[in-house]
Nanobody, 121 residues
């Protein structure tokens, strides 16, 4: 019923930039928040950045200043602008959203399929 489709991952040299996009579609009643997690090999999935429908943002300490999350409510889309990338940013990045579907009484977490970001040194 609800799908998240990501785009924008790839290979970049250290110091470079990438922009991730995630579009939500389907039977959406409301979106409370959208954001990005990442998981590096052998590590736990961690929250990178999140934005609420009201525009409040959260960033992990490791990405503050370098990453910027933004949203387009009209398009149900969230973006993650990643600058000054470091090799330690290499991971699979997953989009997530807290969405209330049309037939639901409350919101649920939805996840994208993941997109690989690789930063070479």
């Amino acid at each position: 019923q609800v799908q998240l489709v990501e785009s924008g991952g790839g290979l970049v040299q250290a110091g470079g930039s990438l922009r991730l996009s995630c579009a939500a579609s389907g039977s959406i009643f409301s979106i409370n928040a959208m954001g990005w997690y990442r998981q590096a090999p052998g590590k736990q999935r961690e929250l990178v950045a999140r934005i609420t429908s009201g525009g409040s943002t959260y960033y992990a300490d490791s990405v503050k200043v370098r990453f910027t999350i933004s949203g387009d409510n009209a398009k149900n889309t969230v973006y993650l602008q990643m600058n000054s990338l470091k090799p330690e940013d290499t991971a699979v990045y997953y989009c997530y959203a807290l969405i209330r579907a049309v037939l639901d009484s409350y919101g649920n977490d939805y996840w994208g399929q993941g997109t690989q970001v690789t930063v070479s040194s």
